[in-house]
T-cell receptor, first 112, second 112 residues
């Protein structure tokens, strides 16, 4: 498939555990974004990677959240010491042009 | 005041109706405007993208931007049950790194 893929599709974890979410962008797309979608908050920007530049981390809600992008392709979003308020759908998007972003199916995270 | 306001609905229309979905925004720095469609438990799908005031048409969909009024619309002609989804408006600041600012989404139901 040529679209953005994310894994896992669903993740249930206990409060306090660490989780890793993966995103495979569309081949050739230089920009990669992470967003979070939760009831009542809508879709919120988390972090942005563009080529080899330093990422824009301005949307990360706390220092428990981090992300990396290896080799300009695959990205991993890590949430340490998960809390119940972290429960949400985590969406990844990639783009060639900053304004035409294509989203993956998301990872639904539930913290119990 | 939120940067982007969108009536969450729900909006229910009969098949064949013309649907009008709207967003208002507060910051004139927004330069690029998009509409995404999101089916339940799926990622957002880019429907329309525009950057200038006026209308842009694609099949049954028309996107309208009025920068002087800070108002954007999406019109769906001859609506179909398959159009039932949540519609999200999104915007990008000119000169920004490109993270999208989303409305909360309007849930549309088209009844056969």
């Amino acid at each position: 498939g040529a679209g953005v893929s994310q894994s896992p599709s669903n993740k249930v974890t206990e409060k306090g555990k660490d989780v890793e979410l993966r995103c495979d962008p569309i081949s050739g797309h230089t920009a990669l974004y992470w967003y979070r979608q939760s009831l009542g908050q809508g879709l919120e920007f988390l972090i942005y990677f563009q080529g080899n530049s330093a990422p824009d981390k301005s949307g990360l809600p706390s220092d428990r959240f981090s992300a990396e992008r290896t080799g300009g392709s695959v990205s991993t979003l890590t949430i340490q010491r998960t809390q119940q308020e972290d429960s949400a759908v985590y969406l990844c998007a990639s783009s060639l042009n900053r304004d035409q972003q294509y989203f993956g199916p998301g990872t639904r995270l539930t913290v119990t | 005041q939120k940067e982007v306001e969108q009536d969450p609905g729900p909006l229910s229309v009969p098949e064949g109706a013309i649907v009008s979905l709207n967003c208002t925004y507060s910051n004139s720095a927004f330069q690029y405007f998009m509409w995404y469609r999101q089916y339940s438990r799926k990622g957002p799908e880019l429907l329309m993208y525009t950057y200038s005031s006026g209308n842009k048409e694609d099949g049954r969909f028309t996107a309208q931007v009025d920068k002087s009024s800070k108002y954007i619309s999406l019109f769906i002609r001859d609506s179909q049950p398959s159009d039932s989804a949540t519609y999200l408006c999104a915007m990008v600041y000119g000169g920004s790194q490109g993270n999208l600012i989303f409305g909360k989404g309007t849930k549309l139901s088209v009844k056969p």
